[in-house]
Structure formats: structure tokens, C-alpha cells
């Protein structure tokens, strides 16, 4: 039976530590939706009720932004954090290794500049960013109805 080192000992503890990240970047993600989407729903409703569709038609493209804007807050957070743990030499390289990595279109040289303990990193932040996207995905849908509304209204008017 092999003896466990302290090699493998904080490989175990980084990989707990990427699955915390990993909850928390969740529980963020869902936090900014849930506000972004709240908003959305009582403005949008109200914008609707007084019959201002132009302004609809605005509101909606700012909440897609929003959207936009809390995948970007993850990344610049998270490339903070990489700085912060060495993950990359200077902030522009860190965006772009995290960024890489968090939208999964990270190639092979991302990955391989990465210390080799960090490795795991990118499997970690791609499957958290996979759920996220996924998540915006269906609130995107959930604005595109309302918005689908006014559309409908507008063609009649």
C-alpha cells in the first residue's frame, strides 16, 4: 500500500478548494440573476402596462447586457483571484487564461501555462461556467417571452 505524501495531500486540498470556488461562483451567478431578472420582470411589466413599447425594446437589450455584464464580473473576479494564487503573471494574462477557460473556447497554450497544480482549474471552471451560461440561457428565454409580448402588441397596434 503506498504511503500518502504531502504532495498529495494539497493537491487534495486545492481541488476542495477549486469545489468551493466552484459553489460560491454558482451561488454568485445565481444571485446576480435572480436580481437581474426581478428588475427586469417589474419594469418590464410596468413598461408594458403603460403601453411604452420603444422603451420595452430598450429595457430589453439593457437586460441583456446585464447578463453579459455578470459573466464578465465572474471573469475579472476570478482573474483577481488567479493573480492573487499566482495562476498568472500579470492581470491582462490572467483575463486571458481565465476568460479562455471560463467561456470553454480555452486552447491547449492556455491551459499549459498554467503552474501544473492549477491544472485542474480548468476542468473545475469550465464545467461551473457551463452550468452559468446555461442558467443565463434560460433567463434570456424568460426575458425573450416578455419581450415576445410586446412584439405581438406592437404588430397589432
Given at each position: 500500500?503506498?504511503?500518502?505524501s504531502i504532495?498529495?495531500?494539497s493537491?487534495?486540498?486545492l481541488l476542495m478548494g477549486?469545489i468551493?470556488?466552484?459553489?460560491?461562483?454558482?451561488v454568485?451567478?445565481?444571485?446576480?440573476?435572480?436580481?437581474?431578472q426581478?428588475?427586469y420582470h417589474?419594469?418590464?411589466?410596468?413598461?408594458?402596462?403603460?403601453?411604452q413599447?420603444?422603451r420595452?425594446?430598450?429595457f430589453?437589450f439593457m437586460?441583456?447586457?446585464?447578463l453579459?455584464?455578470i459573466?464578465?464580473s465572474?471573469?475579472?473576479?476570478?482573474s483577481i483571484?488567479?493573480?492573487w494564487?499566482?495562476?498568472a503573471s500579470?492581470?491582462?494574462?490572467a483575463?486571458?487564461?481565465?476568460?479562455?477557460?471560463?467561456?470553454?473556447?480555452?486552447?491547449?497554450?492556455?491551459?499549459?501555462?498554467?503552474?501544473?497544480?492549477y491544472?485542474?482549474?480548468?476542468?473545475?471552471?469550465?464545467m461551473?461556467?457551463?452550468?452559468?451560461?446555461?442558467?443565463?440561457?434560460?433567463v434570456m428565454?424568460?426575458?425573450?417571452?416578455?419581450?415576445?409580448?410586446?412584439?405581438s402588441?406592437d404588430?397589432?397596434?
Open positions: 500500500m503506498k504511503a500518502i504532495h498529495d495531500l493537491a487534495f486540498g477549486f468551493v470556488v466552484f459553489i460560491v461562483l454558482i454568485y451567478h445565481g444571485l446576480c440573476l435572480w436580481g437581474a426581478a428588475i417589474r419594469h418590464a411589466n410596468t413598461l408594458i402596462a403603460r403601453k413599447y420603444i420595452m425594446e430598450i430589453f437586460g441583456l447586457s446585464a453579459a455584464l459573466h464578465l465572474e471573469i475579472g473576479i476570478l483571484l488567479g493573480l494564487h499566482g495562476v500579470s492581470i491582462d494574462h483575463i486571458v487564461v481565465i476568460g479562455g477557460i471560463y467561456t470553454t473556447i480555452g486552447s491547449e497554450q492556455a491551459v499549459a501555462s498554467l503552474p501544473g497544480r491544472r485542474i482549474l480548468a476542468v473545475v471552471l469550465s461551473s461556467s457551463l452550468f452559468c451560461f446555461a442558467w443565463s440561457t434560460a428565454m424568460d426575458m425573450m417571452r416578455t419581450y415576445q409580448k410586446v412584439r402588441i404588430a397589432v397596434v
